[in-house]
């Protein structure tokens, strides 16, 4: 008999409820709602609304991205209008290029709360007026130049898609948006709010935006860009991580380059002994100045080797076996039989007969692996000592 009294009870308090929340909702009505925005400064959002009783507060939630954050900012009530206004510094300003999902909360004099449904926009560069084109899987928009500019940088993106299917059987890029912009200034704004960090000279792949200025070399810049998101596409974000750097950086960079002229720059370095021993590049590239340079066109040169040596199906069981294991040394072991300090010695020799190989490895690095194989043959010999005193 208690329980059901006790059922009875939880039944009307929750129809009180029930009720309670749809006299709420029929209280107020949102009748139109708006965002305006200015590129990096400024947010502004605003909500019309009908409302029986007194508004007294008003606050518009948004999130960004994927980002589980949620922004809330107080905007100000007049008779049927909720106004917000958001300055935009260095701590909250949201990525660019993202979509951004937002809603209205607003609270009565009675202690009420009333919520708008969700709505959305993507926070776009909005300082130009763009231009469009498109040659799918690409969209270019630009704001300064020829329409023949679109057409050329259009054909560069979809030349390094077939260039690069020629090499690995890699599926079509998705769809992809590239943005150029007249000054370099104006890139780096947008790459900045797009949390875009330039290593080694080229964006991160797998944002679905690349950011381009317009300049001689804008074209080669597109195929490289393309030939990076390619490769994410076709071996993830895991499989692409794997990757040596010199090895992205050798394909995507040597779509676009000249072989011929590199290979008078390299014969030079390789006289002066200056070339980059490549075990230093397979985590990162340098980033800028004369180094960086080099590190491409040695990348190049050495993907270019792979290929003549071991054809287009042998490369890609390395690009495979690279994207399986991350070992940038002994990758190779298990594709050709050999690890990369090997194939390099292997690649001077076939390139760079007339010089020696020495020169370019840091005899100080040699020192600290010698010092450490002496420390691990010490260790090994203790132990064995141990085991037959042991025994």
């Known amino acids: 008999m208690q329980r ?52 007294l507060e008003g606050y518009v939630f948004y999130q960004v991205g994927d980002d589980p954050r949620t922004w809330v900012y107080e905007g100000e009530i007049t008779p049927g209008q909720l106004d917000v206004h958001v300055a935009l510094d260095n701590q909250n300003q949201p990525q660019a290029f993202r979509p951004i999902r937002y809603w209205f909360r607003i609270a009565s004099d009675h202690g009420d709360f009333f919520e708008s449904p969700v709505y959305h926009f993507t926070y776009e560069d ?55 912009y007249n ?29 381009f200025a317009l300049g001689p070399d804008v074209e080669a810049q597109v195929q490289q860009e393309v030939a990076h998101q390619m490769l994410y596409d076709g071996l993830g974000a895991s499989g692409y991580a794997n990757l040596p750097a010199w090895l992205r950086a050798g394909i995507a960079y040597g779509l676009a380059s000249d072989g011929q002229a590199a290979t008078a720059e390299l014969q030079t370095a390789a006289a002066a002994g200056s070339l980059l021993p490549l075990y230093t590049l397979c985590q990162a590239l340098p980033g800028e100045g004369a180094q960086a340079q080099l590190a ?39 594709a050709f039989g050999v ?11 076939a390139s760079f007969a007339s010089h020696s190989v020495w020169p370019q490895v840091q005899w100080r690095a040699l020192a600290a692996a010698a010092g450490v194989a002496a420390l691990l043959w010490g260790l090994m010999r203790l132990a064995a000592r141990g085991g037959a005193h042991h025994g």
């Open 4 to 55: 059901i009294g006790q059922w009875c009870l939880a039944l009307l308090i929750g129809c009180l409820l029930g009720v309670q929340n749809a006299r709420a909702q029929s209280a107020i009505e949102f009748t139109a709602q708006s965002v305006e925005y200015y590129f990096g400064e400024s947010l502004d959002f605003s909500a019309s609304f009908t409302s029986r009783p007194v508004i």
């Open 126 to 180: 909005n300082r130009f007026t763009w231009q469009q084109a498109q040659l799918a899987p690409f969209t270019l928009l630009w704001h300064s130049g020829q329409p023949a500019d679109a057409t050329r940088l259009l054909a560069a993106a979809r030349a390094s898609v077939l260039r690069l299917q020629a090499l690995l059987p890699l599926p079509e890029p998705q769809p992809l948006t590239l943005r150029v």
């Open 183 to 211: 000054q370099p200034a104006d890139l780096e704004r947008a790459a900045v709010l797009a949390h875009y960090p330039w290593a080694a000279g080229h964006m991160p792949p797998g944002q679905g935006v690349l950011l």
């Open 296 to 334: 491409l066109q040695q990348s190049a040169a050495l993907v270019r080797y792979l290929l003549q040596r071991f054809n287009t199906a042998g490369f890609g069981v390395l690009v495979e076996a690279y994207a399986r294991s991350g070992d940038c040394i002994n990758a190779t072991q298990a």
């Open 339 to 349: 690890d990369l300090l090997q194939l390099e010695q292997d690649w001077y020799q």
